[in-house]
């Protein structure tokens, strides 16, 4: 089993900058990829980065040369990197251990909240 604890949400003006990290525990040498999810009210859940074991990195557009994700393979840390955001971006960010397309493990979230 698979434990994931996020941190680093908060409240900040649009432009800003907010690094999340998520320590991960438990079984995790199944692990292929993990990411970075986000859900605003109303609205589902969709990821926003991942990161393979081997380090490949995707994102989704709408965040794309302004969000970076990476892993501390030795602190079992997985970090997003949030620059330049935007109020479009205020959502709970959860993050994620894949198993192929399977979501094997979920954070509890944390809260980001950008004003405008």
């Known amino acids: 089993q698979v434990q994931l604890v996020e941190s680093g949400g908060g409240l900040v003006q649009a432009g800003g900058s907010l690094r999340l990290s998520c320590t991960v525990s438990?079984?995790?040498?199944?692990?292929?990829?993990m990411g970075w999810y986000r859900q605003a009210p109303g609205k589902q859940r969709d990821v926003v980065a991942l990161?393979?074991?081997?380090?490949?990195?995707n994102y989704a557009d709408s965040v794309k040369g302004r969000f970076t994700i990476s892993r501390d393979n030795v602190k079992n840390t997985v970090y997003l990197q949030m620059n330049s955001l935007k109020a479009e971006d205020t959502a709970v960010y959860h993050c994620?251990?894949?198993?192929?397309?399977?979501?094997?493990?979920w954070g509890q979230g944390t809260q980001v909240t950008v004003s405008s």
């Open positions: 438990g079984i995790i040498f199944s692990i292929d990829a």
């Open positions: 994620a251990a894949r198993r192929g397309a399977f979501v094997a493990a």
């Open positions: 990161i393979t074991s081997g380090g490949a990195t």
